[in-house]
């Protein structure tokens, strides 16, 4: 079947008046967790279509699209199915990132940046080495026709890596990663926090599978053969390089085309509140990853009982304030949709839980994996990332000159991605 070469452009659709920005999500009309019921199957369910809001294109290994020949699935998400494929033209090894029929919808009518996004980070002076940019590069892109009741496909080739950080996660997270291994994810998610905050971009979904980590030592027989590829152990884990993939939310900065944005446990308080949004809002997520990384839970963790008897909102914020031990400020609420709706006039939330909750100092002191030092200058980083106020909050930049990384070991030692 032959391709098509499509130049996407973000600029407004016809139809976009008649969508909110507010209300869009982007999400499919059928739930993912309602449709496999507990654990994520193997395969993503191809008998669903654009019209239920996914539409997954119907490769297999062994297929030829453009110049690639599929090799083995890498993985699938509720947007789009990843490929391991060979160039035939330069016999390299590939990503490909096929979006679903509904995703390439999204992204014809610019609700979805994801292809202008890369486009731009790869044309960054950092774009051609992730490893410099630590951030995900685009090789090329096409459209894939597809079937007709689940076609066309967005397909976007990239490097090919080792993992993410959840795999990581899955064997460290019991305790939180070694403070040299969190230290190094951090540092390298900082880096590539402020390539794309300097090119306007705001990821809006950081995570832990979102970040990924280069292949290593690995040969290329044992990659292509490998499945599932070996999670590296701490030690060499402390010489791969780690770069923020995945943009299918990302925005551009005073460009939003919905406000539904970012995991509720990672979610700034100022999109809690429907307020005004920029870069700051990664900033935030970044700070409570920071904390999961060093200490093995969530800041924000599942709520209690008693939490579940007031607003989710309304309890999330008052979280917010026992751990940064601040107070929302008459201005930042005045200034949103939502803040006198869990604010009095004195700016006091109007209920609480009927508990107390420690500052984030408190709650890092009782874990006792830092000493006195450690626990000084990470309580201090943390609080520069995690302020109520977006204006008051760090900047990336700003942050990779803090004491927090001193005596840290940066070497690019690890193997190329590609």
Not at 165 to 194: D, M, Q, W
Not at 269 to 298: H, N, S, Y
Request: hydrophobic share 35%; proline share 5%; glycine share 8%.
């Amino acid at each position: 079947m032959s391709m098509i070469r499509y130049s996407f452009s973000t600029g407004a659709f016809s139809g976009a008046s008649a969508l909110s920005r507010r209300s869009f999500s982007g999400s499919p009309r059928l739930s993912l967790a309602a449709l496999v019921n507990g654990s994520k199957p193997l395969e993503e369910p191809l008998h669903l279509s654009v019209d239920d809001g996914y539409g997954f294109a119907r490769v297999k290994p062994g297929d030829s699209i453009d110049r690639f020949s599929i090799i083995r699935r890498l993985g699938w998400g509720m947007y789009s199915s990843t490929w391991l494929a060979k160039d035939q033209e330069n016999k390299k090894h590939v990503a490909i990132k096929i979006l679903t029929g509904f995703a390439t919808q999204l992204a014809q009518e610019g609700l979805t940046p994801e292809l202008d996004v890369l486009r731009k980070l790869s044309s960054s002076p950092h774009g051609a080495e992730p490893k410099d940019g630590h951030c995900l590069s685009l090789h090329s892109n096409f459209i894939y026709p597809g079937r007709s009741n689940i076609g066309p496909h967005l397909c976007l080739v990239t490097d090919v890596f080792g993992g993410d950080v959840e795999h990581l996660k899955r064997i460290y997270a019991p305790n939180g990663f070694p403070i040299s291994l969190a230290k190094r994810i951090l540092f390298h998610t900082l880096k590539g926090l402020a390539t794309m905050h300097e090119q306007g971009i705001v990821h809006t979904d950081l995570k832990h599978d979102n970040i990924l980590f280069d292949r290593g030592a690995l040969s290329e027989a044992e990659f292509i053969s490998t499945n599932p590829l070996p999670v590296p152990s701490v030690n060499e884990a402390l010489h791969r390089t780690f770069v923020i993939a995945d943009f299918g939310n990302a925005q551009f900065v005073g460009k939003p085309t919905f406000d539904e944005i970012t995991a509720e446990a990672l979610r700034a308080p100022e999109t809690l509140l429907r307020a005004r949004w920029d870069e700051k809002v990664d900033i935030w997520t970044f700070g409570c990853l920071a904390f999961e990384f060093l200490c093995g839970r969530q800041l924000f963790k599942k709520r209690s009982y008693s939490e579940h008897l007031l607003d989710t909102v309304g309890g999330h914020l008052w979280r917010m304030q026992c751990f940064t031990d601040e107070k929302f400020e008459p201005e930042q609420l005045k200034n949103s949709e939502l803040g006198f709706t869990y604010f009095d006039s004195s700016c006091q939330l109007k209920s609480r839980p009927p508990m107390f909750s420690h500052t984030i100092t408190k709650i890092l002191a009782n874990f006792n994996i830092l000493d006195s030092e450690q626990l000084r200058t990470t309580t201090s980083f943390l609080h520069r990332c995690l302020r109520l106020d977006p204006r008051k909050r760090a900047s990336a930049g700003e942050l990779l000159d803090d004491p927090f990384w001193e005596g840290m070991n940066d070497d690019h030692s690890g193997a190329a991605a590609a």
